[in-house]
Each structure stands twice: as structure tokens, then as C-alpha cells.
């Protein structure tokens, strides 16, 4: 039984009724291009293999049903003109938000059953690959006139607006608009896109995923303050966003001495350095040159994310430092930080070398084994059924 046959038989059992169809979205990993979305600047993602599927069909008596295989005793059914920020609460207010979002066009209420292998709270983009996957469907269904850029808008909605997450657009745009084989190249304020090829087999390349086993959550704690400071340097600077500062010595008025001007110098200089790192990257992706050659940028990011920007952890160091010494070509923490998972560049022949040298250290330090995988940059999302 395949995924998507799966979904759709534990719908049929919960809800008594046939899905419509099966969608699914994926989570992803960001090679490069970390905080910067928020700031209008560039990211660099590429899609997992992981995914959230939804079976998905619409009602006729204005009830939202919401169902998660991951969560069953958790399932909700709410009115739809009673959903509102807040209600319903955790994993099932991620779906609701995309409802909300075109409750015009689902006055009859819906049914959504989620299934998911993407790891929660791995900085992964488990919550966008849920939303995604949700928006994918319902505008499928009730709303097909919508692009794949308006699906990103839904999807960033229902995170921003329903569930108070303060994300930018990198997880929805990753999941919806990734191909195979390719990162997304994303401006961020032009909301202009571009497939870069990033085929690392071929070359004898491997990209590991290193799951820390340190969840966080993007709802609360210092996401959001990282946010409101890149808010705050930009209005010191005159900006609108921290983008249009291409330069680090664009920076200067920020050192004024302060405690607080110190802290808005070096997250600004992140956001800087970092889409500086993004376009080098992709100048290499797009000459075709060896991919082995922006592993030190990878690592110049980490650097930059730990001491500038104050988002890793030492468990998150300790992984890019144990993946260095073993060989990687570069390696460095991924998503918004505070926990989650660091990727690291290896030769494929090395990934067994770097997984071990990887979970030794963790031993050595007292922490449970981590998840490591292999991850292929995959296609993003698509109807299965």
C-alpha cells in the first residue's frame, strides 16, 4: 500500500466518505540563505523526499474536520464560522489556517486527514509542508484559478495570521515550488524565482541531514525577536528592509557604542554577509562549477548564524565541527534556529565516516544518537491521487 493509499483508507474510516484526492508537500532543507527571507533577501532551498500527505474532501454541513495520523486522538471537529486565531489550538491550527483563508469557497466545511514522515521540530519545515499540502488541495478543489504563488501566500497566512508564526516566505515557496535535482534560487522582494541545478550524486556528492533531536518552535521565543531586530536595525538605517543594505560597511551607524546598537549591528551584518554568501553560492551552481568548491561558504554561514546572529546551540556546533573533522566539505545549522538540524556537504563515498564520527560526539557528550540522513533534492508539491 502505497502513501497516498494509505491516507486515503484511514480517511474512508474516519470520516465515513471517500477523500476527493490525495495531495502531499514537502519539507526542505536550505542550502544556503538563512533569516534573510524576512528581510527581503535571497534564500537558496531545496525540497525533501519527506512529506505531508492530505486526503482531502469537501462537506455540505459546515463542519471542518480535521484529522492527523500522527495525532488521533487529537481530532477536531469545529464549525467553520467559528474558527478563529487560537481555535482550535496545536498541530490542527496549521489546516484551519489555510481553511480560513478560503472560507468563501468552502462554506459547505471540509474533511482533511494529514499523514506525515517529515520530522517535527528539525527546523525542516514540517509546519509549511502541512500548510502546503492543505493549500495545494483546497485550491485544487475549490479554488483552481490560484497560482503556485498565491499557494505560498495561503500557506504563509495561515502561519502569520491564524497561528501566530512569524515566518517569511523561504518553507512555502520551497514546498510548493521546488523541482528535482534543483535548489530554488528565491528573491525574496521581487518574489522572482529560478531552479538551479544542484545534482550532487553525479558528482560523487552526498547532502546529510543531521536532526539534533533539539526541537523548536517558530510560534514562540527568539524567532521572533531576531525578527523585530532586523525590524529595528533597518529603521535605524533608513531601510525598508535589511536587503537593501549590500554592503557591511553600510552598516557603520549602527556601532554607536550600546549594548543594543552592538546587538543590531552584528544581526544586521548576518542578514549582509549571508545574502552576499547566497549569491556566491548560486554564481558557482550556475557555472557549473565543482559543488565542492561552496563548502567553506556553508561553513562561513554557520559561523556567522552562531556568532552574529545568536541562533545556535552547542549541540547544533557540535555536529558542524564533528562533520568538519571528518571530512565534509562544509557543514553548518539549518532553519530558524535555536535547535533542529545542521547539514553537512560530504563525499558520498564518506557519508558512512561522517555519520560516525557525528554520533560518536554526541556520545562522548551524553546526547542521545541522532537521525542522519541522506537527502536528495526533491520535487515539490504535487496531487498523488
Known amino acids: 500500500m ?16 471517500e477523500p476527493e484526492g490525495v495531495w502531499a508537500a514537502p519539507g526542505r532543507v536550505n542550502v544556503i540563505g538563512e533569516h534573510t527571507d524576512y528581510n527581503g533577501g535571497y534564500v537558496l532551498p531545496v525540497a525533501l523526499p519527506h512529506t505531508t500527505r492530505a486526503a482531502v474532501a469537501r462537506r455540505n454541513d459546515g463542519l471542518v474536520a480535521l484529522g492527523s495520523m500522527q495525532h488521533p486522538e487529537k481530532a477536531v471537529e469545529i464549525a467553520l464560522a467559528e474558527l478563529r486565531p487560537g481555535h482550535p489550538e496545536g498541530w490542527a491550527g496549521y489546516p484551519a489556517g489555510v481553511v480560513v483563508g478560503l472560507r468563501d469557497r ?10 506525515t514522515d517529515v520530522p517535527v521540530g528539525a527546523g525542516l519545515s514540517s509546519s509549511a509542508a502541512l500548510t502546503c499540502s492543505v493549500a495545494l488541495a483546497l485550491g485544487d478543489l475549490a479554488a483552481p ?27 512555502q515557496s520551497a514546498s510548493l515550488l521546488c ?28 547532502l546529510l541531514v543531521i536532526d539534533s533531536g533539539t526541537t523548536h518552535d517558530h510560534a514562540e521565543g527568539g524567532y521572533g525577536d531576531r525578527r523585530r531586530e532586523c525590524e529595528a536595525a533597518a529603521d535605524r538605517l533608513g531601510v525598508a528592509l535589511l536587503r537593501e543594505v ?3 560597511a553600510g552598516l557603520a551607524v549602527l556601532a554607536d557604542g550600546t549594548p543594543e546598537g552592538d546587538v543590531l549591528l552584528r544581526r544586521a551584518r548576518h542578514v549582509v554577509t549571508e545574502d552576499a554568501r547566497v549569491l556566491e553560492v548560486v554564481a558557482a ?13 556553508l561553513t562561513a554561514g554557520h559561523a556567522s548564524l552562531r556568532d552574529d546572529f545568536d541562533v545556535s546551540i552547542p549541540l547544533l556546533d557540535a555536529c558542524v565541527e564533528a562533520a568538519l573533522a571528518a571530512g565534509a566539505h562544509g557543514a553548518r545549522m539549518v532553519g530558524g534556529g535555536f535547535g533542529g538540524s545542521a547539514i553537512a556537504l560530504v563525499e558520498a563515498d564518506a557519508v558512512d565516516a561522517v555519520t560516525a564520527a557525528v554520533a560518536t560526539r554526541f556520545e562522548r557528550e551524553g546526547h542521545p544518537a541522532p537521525r542522519i540522513f541522506v537527502t536528495v533534492p526533491s520535487a515539490g508539491a504535487r496531487r498523488l491521487a
Do not use: K, W, Y
Open 2 to 17: 502505497t502513501a497516498a493509499e494509505r491516507v486515503a483508507h484511514e480517511f474512508s474510516d474516519l470520516f465515513g466518505t
Open 106 to 115: 468552502l462554506a459547505g466545511g471540509v474533511s482533511i486527514l494529514v499523514d
Open 145 to 171: 484559478e490560484l497560482r503556485r504563488q498565491d499557494l505560498v501566500e495561503l500557506a504563509r497566512g495561515a502561519e502569520n495570521d491564524f497561528v501566530g508564526a512569524p515566518t517569511g516566505i523561504l518553507d
Open 179 to 206: 523541482t528535482a535535482e534543483h535548489a530554488l534560487f528565491l528573491d525574496t522582494r521581487e518574489r522572482t524565482s529560478e531552479q538551479v541545478p544542484f545534482a550532487l550524486a553525479a558528482v560523487g556528492l552526498a
Open 246 to 248: 549590500d554592503d557591511v
Open 285 to 297: 551552481l550556475r557555472e557549473d562549477a565543482d559543488p565542492r568548491a561552496i563548502g567553506p561558504v
